[in-house]
C-alpha cells in the first residue's frame, strides 16, 4: 500500500511545501477581520459591517477545516522529537476547539443576523475579543513549532532524519 505514496521530499513532505500554514493565514485574517467589522459595525451603526463580517465568519469556517486537515496530516509527517511534541500537542488540541468554536459562533452569528442583520448585541462582541485571545495564542504556539523547534525546515528534516533530535 505504502508503494502507491509519493515520496516525502526534503521538507517530509509529498507536496513542495507545507499547506496549513497558506490556508491557516486566511482563517486567521478572516477572523480579525469580521471582529473588527462587527465592532466598527457596532460604534458606526453602519450595518454594511454587519453584514462583511457575517461572510469572513462564514468563509472562516469552512477554511478552518481544511487548515486541521492538513495540520493533521503535516503534524503527522513532521516527525516532531519530544521537545517539541507538547507544543504540538497543544496547538492540535485548541486546533480542533477553534473549528468548533468558530462554527459555533457563525452558527450564533447566523441566528442574529436572521433575527435583525442591523445590530449585534455586546455579548457577542465580548465573545469575539475572547475568540481574538484564542487565535492570538494559537498563533503563537504555531509560530513556536515553527520558528523555535523548525518543524518542516530543511535542516530539522535532516537533524530528525539522521537520529540527531530524539
Not at 502507491?4 to 477581520?33: G, K, Q, R, S
Not at 457596532?42 to 481544511?66: D, G, L, M, P
Not at 493533521?72 to 511534541?85: D, N, R
Not at 452558527?107 to 448585541?121: E, F, G, I, M, T
Amino acid at each position: 500500500m505504502f508503494d502507491y505514496l509519493p515520496p516525502l521530499n526534503d521538507h517530509n513532505l509529498p507536496y513542495p511545501d507545507t499547506i496549513h500554514p497558506i490556508v491557516v493565514h486566511f482563517v486567521i485574517a478572516m477572523v480579525l477581520f469580521a471582529v473588527f467589522c462587527d465592532i466598527l459595525g457596532y460604534f458606526t451603526r453602519n450595518a454594511r459591517f454587519y453584514e462583511v463580517s457575517w461572510w469572513n465568519f462564514f468563509f472562516a469556517t469552512i477554511s478552518i477545516f481544511i487548515a486541521v486537515v492538513f495540520g493533521q496530516v503535516e503534524a503527522g509527517l513532521a516527525g516532531p522529537y519530544p521537545v517539541a511534541e507538547t507544543t504540538l500537542n497543544l496547538h492540535t488540541i485548541l486546533g480542533w476547539s477553534l473549528s468548533g468554536i468558530i462554527a459555533a459562533i457563525t452558527a450564533w452569528r447566523y441566528v442574529l443576523r436572521s433575527r435583525n442583520p442591523k445590530s449585534l448585541p455586546i455579548p457577542f462582541l465580548g465573545v469575539g475579543v475572547l475568540l481574538l485571545g484564542l487565535v492570538g495564542f494559537q498563533t503563537y504556539l504555531g509560530d513556536l513549532l515553527v520558528w523555535v523547534y523548525g518543524l518542516h525546515t530543511v535542516p530539522v528534516v535532516e537533524a530528525i532524519r539522521e537520529g540527531i533530535l530524539r
